[in-house]
């Protein structure tokens, strides 16, 4: 799987967007960008993916650059719960592969009040 | 409905003994997936189960070895404990192996003393 680097922290107010950005500059044509979070003493928790389009839900959206080297994940408006240790990963991701996510170290997220 | 459910969620043992961690993944998920998180190492994966079978296999000595039995639920063993092994185990579920998305469970906090 391509490797990732993420910056170590960064904070924003809340209420603000927060735009976590990620490096994969090794990605292979067929692996996904994926976002987890872990907030404090809690299991991993996923968030969004995306191949090469776009991607939104409910809690995020997923902006990934055209030659596909690097994304941004947007949390429109964060709040204080949105505080946690966000992972960047990139894997294959299709019946067959295998379910091994291999996680850096993430990107401590604060929010401040 | 139900998340993932691991047991026990806190552990004291001793060096040398072993121990038992189990997980019950959600309703009509196959594929369990094991990882180990400590502050040193972060998040490693240890193996991935599906369909009582063992998928993938991390970088970890012999003493960790896993199962999985016909309703999906995971067990793992780790045997001759070391203080090293002092970490949160977490494990993590998906319909198939490969999915898109994984649920990961609240851990188990084992100790070695």
């Known amino acids: 799987d391509a490797k990732t680097t993420q910056p170590t922290s960064m904070d924003c107010a809340e209420g603000r967007a927060a735009n976590l950005p990620c490096n994969h500059s090794t990605i292979s044509g067929n692996e996904y960008v994926y976002w987890y979070r872990q907030i404090h003493s809690q299991g991993p928790q996923y968030i969004i993916h995306g191949l090469k389009n776009n991607e939104t839900n409910e809690m995020a959206s997923l902006i990934i650059t055209e030659d596909r080297k690097s994304s941004t994940l947007i949390l429109p408006h964060a709040t204080l719960r949105d505080t946690a240790v966000y992972y960047c990963?990139?894997?294959?991701?299709?019946?067959?592969?295998?379910?091994?996510?291999?996680f850096g170290k993430g990107i401590t997220l604060s929010v401040r009040p | 409905k139900a998340g993932v459910t691991q047991t026990p969620r806190y552990l004291i043992k001793t060096r040398g003994q072993q121990v038992t961690l189990s997980c019950s993944p959600i309703?009509?998920?196959?594929?369990v997936s094991w990882y180990q998180q400590t502050p040193g190492q972060g998040l490693q994966f240890l193996f991935e189960y599906f369909s009582e079978t063992q998928r993938n296999k991390g970088n970890f000595p012999g003493r960790f070895s896993g199962r999985q039995f016909s309703n999906s639920r995971s067990e793992m063993n780790v045997s001759t404990l070391e203080l090293g092994d002092s970490a949160l185990y977490l494990c993590?579920?998906?319909?198939?192996?490969?999915?898109?998305?994984?649920?990961f469970g609240p851990g188990t906090r084992l100790t070695v003393l």
């Open positions: 990963i990139v894997r294959v991701a299709n019946t067959g592969a295998n379910s091994k996510l291999t």
């Open positions: 309703s009509g998920h196959r594929s």
């Open positions: 993590a579920s998906s319909r198939t192996s490969g999915a898109y998305e994984q649920f």
